[in-house]
Antibody, heavy 120, light 107 residues
Framework: EVQLVESGGGLVKPGGSLRLSCAAS????????MNWVRQAPGKGLEWVSS????????YYADSVKGRFTISRDNAKNSLHLQMNSLRAEDTAVYYC?????????????WGQGTLVIVSS | DIQMTQSPSTLSASVGDRVTITCRAG??????LAWYQQKAGKAPKLLIY???NLESGVPSRFSGRGSGTEFTLTISSLQPDDFATYYC?????????FGQGTKVEIK
């Protein structure tokens, strides 16, 4: 069974940093691109970042470019999101998500999410 | 970035109704579109990928159509479990965009 379990969320002051992690199991982690998607309270979904299987390609939403860094450790089946210079508008539930089996880039498996609150 | 516009924002319907949600892309995205269902406090669930492909395990009352810039998600006969918020998402580019969501409410 595919499982994605996020951790690392919490309360942080504006300008602070936080590192999110996503532990993957039930599939060959190194075979799939991975993503972070967030959802601010009461709002819609926002794609944040993607990383290719071997970390060769990394993509970011304009809203986080230069502040967030996505990474992965295929040996440990883990995905990370380093978030620096956090702002109030970064407050959201952050989900990690895996792309589809068929090579399609839709997001077929999602974690339960971890809540990040940026507030003084 | 590609803009994705969903309509309507809210839809009131009854059990058994046929409902259709529309998603328009700001530029052509071929068939690189997915539909998700999200219930309160839960992660999104993939329903449709590549515009018209039903994800495994998703009931056949859900269907997707379209290509280019206009797409639809149809629920042929609304069931109590279908009251939720639905999002489209394009993945044609490397700056993916979700629609703003359509909340399907009980009439």
């Amino acid at each position: 069974e595919v499982q994605l379990v996020e951790s690392g969320g919490g309360l942080v002051k504006p300008g602070g940093s936080l590192r999110l992690s996503c532990a993957a199991s039930g599939f060959t982690f190194s075979d799939y691109n991975m993503n972070w998607v967030r959802q601010a309270p009461g709002k819609g979904l926002e794609w944040v970042s993607s990383i290719s299987r071997s970390s060769s390609y990394r993509y970011y939403a304009d809203s986080v470019k230069g502040r967030f860094t996505i990474s992965r450790d295929n040996a440990k089946n883990s995905l990370h999101l380093q978030m620096n210079s956090l702002r109030a508008e970064d407050t959201a539930v952050y989900y990690c998500a895996r792309v589809h089996d068929s090579g399609d880039y839709s997001l077929v498996y999602w974690g339960q999410g971890t809540l990040v609150i940026v507030s003084s | 970035d590609i803009q994705m516009t969903q309509s309507p924002s809210t839809l009131s319907a009854s059990v058994g109704d046929r409902v259709t949600i529309t998603c328009r892309a700001g530029q052509a995205i071929s068939s690189w579109l997915a539909w998700y269902q999200q219930k309160a406090g839960k992660a999104p669930k993939l329903l449709i990928y590549k515009a018209s492909n039903l994800e495994s395990g998703v009931p056949s009352r859900f269907s997707g159509r379209g290509s280019g810039t206009e797409f639809t998600l149809t629920i042929s006969s609304l069931q109590p479990d279908d009251f939720a918020t639905y999002y489209c998402q394009e993945y044609n580019s490397y700056s993916w965009t979700f629609g703003q969501g359509t909340k399907v409410e009980i009439k």
